[in-house]
């Protein structure tokens, strides 16, 4: 397996990890007491963008894979549309991935700030509520990430 690949599947592991326990970290008190971190605080909106990310690197690994590279600028664009066009919509992938990855997009894009413009009228967005409401989202990215990363490195791996 090229040497590219292997880093962006160990950096999407690595994003699982950093994920995993940022959610530790806001649901365990012992581990808040443990890094004096005030016991009211959670991550729950850094567990759910590491999540994507880790999708975000597996997904560049099995488009590099296939002989697919994709870049700057706009690479987390291109690297959607690349997965789209040419894994799922050629049918090599199933569309489950797809789905999966193409939910924590939204979700990673309302974290980073890419929805800029919003309307009065709309109230209050998810992600300005208090941190403890974004607790089922992260559980639902997590578990996303895991499913999605394990998928792909498999098919990874079955490319020999």
Same mark, same amino acid.
């Given at each position: 397996?090229?040497?590219?690949?292997?880093?962006?599947?160990?950096?999407?592991?690595?994003?699982?990890?950093?994920?995993?326990?940022?959610?530790?970290?806001?649901?365990?008190?012992?581990?808040?007491?443990?890094?004096?971190?005030?016991?009211?605080?959670?991550?729950?909106?850094?567990? +759910?963008?590491?999540?994507?990310?880790?999708?975000?690197? %597996?997904?560049?690994? /099995?488009?590099? $894979?296939?002989?697919? =590279?994709? *870049?700057?600028?706009?690479?987390?664009?291109?690297?959607?549309?690349?997965?789209?066009?040419?894994?799922?919509?050629?049918?090599?992938?199933?569309?489950?991935?797809?789905? +999966?990855?193409?939910?924590?997009?939204?979700?990673?894009? %309302?974290?980073?700030? /890419?929805?800029? $413009?919003?309307?009065? =009228?709309? *109230?209050?967005?998810?992600?300005?509520?208090?941190?403890?409401?974004?607790?089922?989202?992260?559980?639902?990215?997590?578990?996303?990430?895991?499913?999605?990363?394990?998928? +792909?490195?498999?098919?990874?791996?079955?490319?020999?």
């Amino acid at each position: 397996m090229d040497l590219t690949i292997r880093n962006y599947l160990a950096r999407s592991e690595n994003e699982i990890v950093l994920a995993a326990s940022i959610k530790k970290l806001s649901d365990d008190p012992d581990a808040k007491k443990f890094f004096q971190i005030d016991g009211s605080l959670t991550f729950y909106s850094s567990v +759910i963008a590491h999540s994507y990310y880790s999708i975000f690197y %597996a997904a560049k690994a /099995i488009l590099l $894979a296939k002989g697919i =590279e994709t *870049g700057s600028p706009d690479a987390h664009k291109k690297t959607l549309d690349a997965f789209k066009e040419h894994l799922v919509d050629s049918g090599f992938l199933d569309v489950k991935l797809f789905e +999966i990855y193409k939910k924590m997009v939204v979700r990673a894009e %309302a974290l980073l700030g /890419i929805f800029k $413009a919003e309307k009065k =009228e709309r *109230g209050d967005f998810t992600y300005n509520t208090i941190p403890q409401a974004n607790q089922e989202p992260a559980e639902d990215s997590l578990r996303n990430a895991k499913t999605f990363v394990a998928n +792909i490195t498999k098919i990874i791996g079955a490319l020999k």
